[in-house]
């Protein structure tokens, strides 16, 4: 057992001075007034931030698909670049990249990540010799890195609405839906306290409607997170009303049970309609700004979602940034330059952006993962980071704008310590084994170089 304390500790309705808390087996049992014999660890404590959408694999192109191939570049040229590079990843690989990019989350501060997993099969689209080869790898880097992780093992199996084939390129992400459900119980026997096995279905595009009323009648998800990706492109809005003569989130709602378990990333592209419908359903809105703003994808109406009450989260999804700080920043950043106005993410318990954005991607987040993390209280995970109280950003702010001086005030990492479960992974702003990481990333990225 161990006992700690802090000068200030995040909790859902602002900062607490002079916490401390004790933790057994990896999870908080006690928070109470610190006491003296505690180990004081740093002057702000926070709940580690769970990225709630990741493509591991996609961290290693990041910066190479910033040239101009056509004058109409866009979303869908990017992937056509995304998948060539796919194609030269195996279970070593995507390892050693994932290894390296969970080092680089818990240095940022996310102590969770989903990983919406479709890279199942071998380039030629036939299963490895044990078809689970590439969720295990992922499995893997989570455990070397400390990071908890939620497998989202993705079904996806047809190239667009009008259920074409999938691509050649596509061919290694498709699965039976027998075959699917299959990998689906086989990973849920490996689940422990920082392994959580949820599904994903890649999008509407991929999945028929058949195949997905499958899935959910499967048996297999009556407790576990649902991941979709929904809405991101205009291209995808007009194909489904084209196709189903409905919106793609007007359709989900429509032919699924839509609940708290369900996360709907991206969801760019609503009508009024939609958002009260997400925010009516408790499903977590799952916001990627940095990698939304890469692509083109648009802007989420995050104002009128807050209003609904909608719940939301954040994930780094192709990792041009790893950052909760820059998720957060551009995600309000967006509103902004959209609306002509300033602070627009406030709500009625706090008046500050900071506190109001860090504090609904906690909640958001821990819902899209389906793990008791992301909140310092009896019962979670043990997961927490102590900012650098040192640092010059930090001077002289107290507790009503730290928050904001977190969020906006550089690009200084702010993050000092992070522990997971109960275990320091990050120690002076650098993850515990970051240097071998970094050496075996390097020798993968040698081997994969165009
Ligand atoms: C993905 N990524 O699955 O990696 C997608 C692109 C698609 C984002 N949507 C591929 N950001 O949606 O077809
Ligand atoms: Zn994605």
Redesign the pocket.
């Known amino acids: 057992m161990s006992s700690y304390r802090s000068d200030y500790t995040w909790q859902p309705h602002g900062w607490e001075a002079e916490a401390g808390w004790r933790i057994e087996d990896g999870r908080f049992v006690a928070i109470a007034e610190a006491t003296a014999d505690e180990h004081r660890i740093g002057r702000w404590v926070l709940p580690g931030m769970p990225n709630l959408h990741s ?1 591991a694999f ?1 961290r290693a192109m990041a910066g190479l698909a910033e040239r101009q191939t056509h004058p109409e570049d866009s ?1 869908w040229t990017w ?1 056509e670049t ?1 998948y060539a590079f796919a194609g030269r990843i195996g279970p070593d690989e995507l390892q050693a990249i994932a290894a390296q990019l969970y080092v680089e989350m818990l240095e940022a501060g996310y102590t969770q990540v989903c990983e ?1 997993h ?1 890279l199942h099969h071998q380039p030629n689209g036939r299963p490895y010799a044990d078809p689970a080869a590439m969720s295990l790898a992922l499995i893997e880097a989570a455990r070397e890195t400390g990071i908890g992780l939620t497998l989202l093992p993705t079904l996806y199996q047809t190239g667009g609405f009008d259920g074409r084939e999938l691509s050649e390129r596509q061919r290694r992400f498709g699965h039976t839906t027998d075959a699917y459900l299959e990998l689906l119980q086989r990973l849920r026997k490996l689940e422990d306290a920082t392994l959580r096995v949820g599904i994903a279905l ?2 509407l ?2 999945v028929p409607p058949d195949a997905l009323q499958a899935v959910l009648n499967s048996g297999l998800v009556e407790n576990a997170p649902i991941h979709i ?1 929904i809405a ?1 492109q205009l291209g995808e809005v007009q194909d489904c009303l084209a196709l189903r003569n409905a919106r793609p989130v007007e359709w989900l709602l429509a032919n699924a049970a839509v609940d708290a378990r369900w996360t709907l990333v ?1 969801a760019t592209h609503l009508t009024a309609e939609e958002i009260q419908g997400i925010a009516a359903s408790g499903a977590v809105a799952g916001l ?1 700004p940095t ?1 939304e703003a890469n ?1 083109g994808d648009g802007l989420f109406p995050l104002a009128e979602f807050l209003a609904a009450e909608g719940v939301l989260g954040i994930g780094s ?2 990792h041009i940034s790893v950052s909760p700080v820059e998720e957060l920043r551009w995600l309000e950043y967006g509103q902004r330059l959209k609306s002509c106005h300033r602070n627009i993410a406030v709500s009625e318990s706090s008046s500050s952006v900071g506190e109001t954005l860090w504090g609904d991607a906690l909640f958001g987040g821990a819902r899209a993962a389906g793990v008791a993390v992301a909140a310092i209280e009896a019962g979670a995970r043990a997961d927490l980071i102590v900012l650098d109280d040192k640092a010059p950003q930090l001077a002289e702010r107290a507790a009503t704008h730290l928050l904001d001086t977190f969020v906006f005030s550089g690009n200084r990492n702010l993050v000092r310590d992070v522990m997971v479960a109960g275990r320091w992974r990050v120690r002076d702003g650098r993850h515990v084994d970051a240097a071998g990481i970094a050496a075996r990333y390097a020798a993968a990225l040698q081997r994969i170089a165009v």
């Open positions: 493509h996609q979303f992937r995304m919406f479709y890649h999008s595009r991929a990706h991101e991206h990627c990698t692509l999804d192709s």
